[in-house]
Structure formats: structure tokens, C-alpha cells
């Protein structure tokens, strides 16, 4: 199975002007997701897919395949989907087979190369269709604010607290990566689908970089678990 990374990274961002290039720990966000991957031994190449001309040069300056993504794959509407979907039909153009896809998401960082082959490996097994990057969390009671009733528990009783021992395990899709064929991407404009599979992360792996506060907070801990040893 020809196995390819492929980190779609666009110019455009509400949240963090430029984000996929904010420092993190002395490197642009985005080469952290670049250099994961080029260590992983069970990835043969890494490309990434942007509109965005300096995004292009950051990727190929660290190592990565360039694909311009088209403006209308490049809007704020626009999904991962399409983004994957334009370059698998990229890169198989040239000539390379793809059999199986990871998408990285540049704004997760915190992963490492083992992480990405223990997922891999776990696809190639043959037991999942797709695989989704997840953490477990322990105590994790939600509530939602509620005009009349002030707030409201969602996945908990709290008349009936159990002990931490007790509570069903739960799993957060962390959003660092996914695993999927181009046939199940193709048929179902999806990046999951059939029988899905998780590939657990420590739980400090749940962060990702959505607002300003998140930078140093990721930098930090890529620096303090020692995930930034390229």
C-alpha cells in the first residue's frame, strides 16, 4: 500500500491571521506537521496542499511536495474533503499510486512520527475502513447554558454522580490526523466511513492552535514532552 501525508494548509484564517505560519516553538506551525511526518517510517511522501504561494515555499523548504490548491477549493466553506480529494487526483496524475491517505491537520501539532506509524500500521491491518487520532478523557462532565433553567448537564446525572471508577470511558477526536483510502474519500465526499477505527494519543495531545493563547501553550508542550527533536 503506497501510503502519502497530505496536510492541507490555506492561506486564509478568521481566527489567527496566518496561523498555518505563526512561530511555535521557533518554527512556523505548519513544519511541525511537515517534519512528523517525514520522520514516520510507515509515510513515503508529504505533500501539502495551499493557495498560498509563501505557504508553498515554507513546505518545500522543509521538505514537503507543493500542490496549489485552486481559489474555490480555498474558501472559508470549503472542506478538508475537497482539499484531500484535489490532491490524491494531483498527485496520482504524476504518476504515483496512493492506496492509503493521512490527513494531518498543521493546526495539531502535538504528535509525533510513532504516532502516525502506530495509526498506519493499524489501517494497514486491515480491521478499519478509516481511522481517526482520539484521546481518552476522564471526568469529562458537559453542560449547556440554558436561558430559563440557568445550566443543563448533557452526559451526566448530576443527582446521580458516579464514582471516576465507574464512568463510562469516552474518546475526543483530537483532529491530528485521519486515515483513509481514496476510495472511501471518493465514494463518500468523507474522510470516515465503513468500519471506523481510533488510534489513541496522551491525553496533553488533545490541544490544537484555534486562538492566539494556544501558541504558547503548544509550544510549550511540544518543547516540554520533547516532540520538537528535528
Known amino acids: 500500500m503506497s501510503t502519502v501525508a497530505i496536510i492541507p494548509a490555506r492561506g486564509g484564517s478568521k481566527g489567527i491571521p496566518r496561523k498555518n505560519l505563526v512561530p511555535v516553538a521557533g518554527k512556523p506551525l505548519l513544519a511541525w506537521s511537515i517534519l512528523q511526518a517525514l520522520a514516520a517510517d510507515t509515510i513515503e511522501s508529504v505533500w501539502v496542499s495551499s493557495d498560498d504561494e509563501e505557504i508553498l515555499d515554507i513546505a518545500i523548504g522543509y521538505g514537503a511536495s507543493p500542490i496549489l490548491r485552486p481559489s474555490e477549493l480555498s474558501s472559508d466553506d470549503a472542506t478538508s474533503e475537497s482539499a484531500w480529494i484535489h490532491s490524491i487526483n494531483f498527485i496520482e496524475a504524476r504518476g504515483q499510486s496512493v492506496s492509503c491517505v493521512v490527513g494531518m491537520q498543521p493546526t495539531?501539532?502535538?504528535?509525533?512520527?510513532?504516532?502516525?506509524?502506530?495509526?498506519?500500521?493499524?489501517?494497514?491491518?486491515?480491521?478499519?475502513?478509516?481511522?481517526?487520532?482520539?484521546?481518552e478523557v476522564e471526568d469529562f462532565f458537559m453542560w449547556r447554558p440554558e436561558a430559563e433553567n440557568g445550566a443543563r448537564p448533557i452526559n451526566y446525572d448530576f443527582k446521580t454522580r458516579q464514582r471516576r471508577q465507574n464512568i463510562e470511558k469516552r474518546y475526543l477526536e483530537n483532529g491530528s490526523f485521519y486515515i483513509f483510502s481514496p476510495k472511501l474519500l471518493r465514494a463518500q465526499n468523507n474522510r470516515l466511513g465503513g468500519k471506523i477505527g481510533m488510534s489513541l494519543m496522551e491525553k496533553y495531545k488533545m490541544f490544537q492552535i484555534d486562538n492566539i493563547e494556544d501558541v504558547p501553550l503548544c509550544g510549550v508542550l511540544l518543547t516540554g514532552f520533547g516532540l520538537d527533536k528535528f
Open 108 to 135: 495539531s501539532p502535538l504528535r509525533s512520527p510513532e504516532d502516525l506509524d502506530k495509526a498506519v500500521r493499524l489501517f494497514k491491518g486491515g480491521d478499519f475502513d478509516s481511522i481517526f487520532s482520539a484521546v
